[in-house]
T-cell receptor
């Protein structure tokens, strides 16, 4: 069984569109994260939610809005997509607000904005 | 200049060789992490260090807090070690997480 799953795996869309990426974890973890990895392989944390509450919000444009309907899901909605949003987006989860060493990563969603 | 620098950016070696990947950082840290990203994209945490040295199988990670430097070593390298290795540091105080750009390792049979 997949521990942290993301859909879709690949997403190709045009500038200006609105899109969502879904993340689900079946580990019973309390904390979920979104990371962005750009074309130079730079990973950067975007958001962290603990029990459906936002605890980390790095300087991410407000076009990005995470939504956590329950603690097993953390979806990422992106409005008015821009070329610079092209990246791989990774979801992760951990029990409590664990450090990076305790986080389980999803397989990533490769977003290409044309 | 990035707060976390890795070297080399790319490394190709023959199977069996001893591998060293370096990570230097410029801020005070509470912890340093080494991650492995497989060709398919999956990311796995290898080590968390705050001092000294850790070993797991053929992997060894060391850190020198005074010199703000960490190394990841792989002994008896194998093609399945081919991956991108990423260093990340957690800043002391604000606990901000900063990632290096990664080192792409290719082990040739």
């Amino acid at each position: 069984d997949t521990a942290v799953s993301q859909t879709p795996k690949y997403l190709v869309t045009q500038m200006g569109n609105d899109k969502s990426i879904k993340c689900e974890q079946n580990l019973g973890h309390d904390t979920m994260y979104w990371y962005k990895q750009d074309s130079k392989k730079f990973l950067k944390i975007m958001f962290s939610y603990n029990n459906k509450e936002l605890i980390i919000n790095e300087t991410v444009p407000n076009r990005f809005s995470p939504k956590s309907p329950d603690k097993a899901h953390l979806n990422l909605h992106i409005n008015s997509l821009e070329l610079g949003d092209s990246a791989v987006y990774f979801c992760a989860s951990s029990q409590n607000q664990g450090g990076l060493e305790t986080q389980y990563f999803g397989p990533g969603t490769r977003l290409l904005v044309l | 200049k990035n707060e976390v620098e890795q070297s080399p950016q790319n490394l190709t070696a023959q199977e069996g060789e001893f591998i060293t990947i370096n990570c230097s950082y410029s801020v005070g840290i509470s912890a340093l992490h080494w991650l492995q990203q497989h060709p398919g994209g999956g990311i796995v945490s290898l080590f968390m260090l705050s001092s000294g040295k850790k070993k797991h199988g053929r992997l060894i990670a060391t850190i020198n807090i005074q010199e703000k430097h960490s190394s990841l070593h792989i002994t008896a390298s194998h093609p399945r070690d081919s991956a991108v290795y990423i260093c990340a540091v957690r800043s002391k105080g604000n606990e901000k997480l900063t990632f290096g750009t990664g080192t792409r390792l290719t082990i040739i049979p």
